[in-house]
Nanobody, 129 residues
Framework: VQLQASGGGLVQAGDSLRLSCVLS????????MAWFRQAPGKEREFVVV????????SYADSVKGRFTISRDNAKNTVYLQMNSLKPEDTAVYYC???????????????????????WGQGTQVTVSS
């Protein structure tokens, strides 16, 4: 399985961007998809997760109301629509995938990096003030 992320760029505060992540080599609908990000000098952090059928979605508090995840199973693609971008959103954004069940109580491990099996290469998002 391979993940290819794209769509990053340099924008101004308040602008929007849409990131895409294409999964190949597997049956996309079987995978839980997530986005993480890593800012310079900081640890990689959870942004959002979307379950296989799209029924469950969980966002980090820092992006709630501004970011929206969606998936198109026919195109093997997960999207991250980012609106009202802020300079603190500047980071490399990574998509991640997991097919198997998640450990722990329902949803408790969704934000944990180590539970994801596959990672994309990252796409840079830079938001200027």
């Amino acid at each position: 399985v391979q993940l290819q992320a794209s769509g990053g760029g340099l924008v101004q505060a308040g602008d929007s961007l849409r990131l895409s992540c294409v999964l190949s080599g597997g049956t996309f609908s079987r995978y839980v998809m997530a986005w993480f990000r890593q800012a310079p000098g900081k640890e990689r952090e959870f942004v959002v997760v979307n379950t296989r059928n799209g029924d469950n979605t969980s966002y980090a508090d820092s992006v709630k109301g501004r970011f929206t995840i969606s998936r198109d199973n026919a195109k093997n693609t997960v999207y991250l629509q980012m609106n009202s971008l802020k300079p603190e959103d500047t980071a490399v954004y990574y998509c991640a995938a997991r097919m198997g069940p998640f450990p722990g109580a329902h949803g408790s491990s969704w934000p944990e990096m180590l539970v994801y099996d596959y990672w994309g290469q990252g796409t840079q998002v830079t938001v200027s003030s």
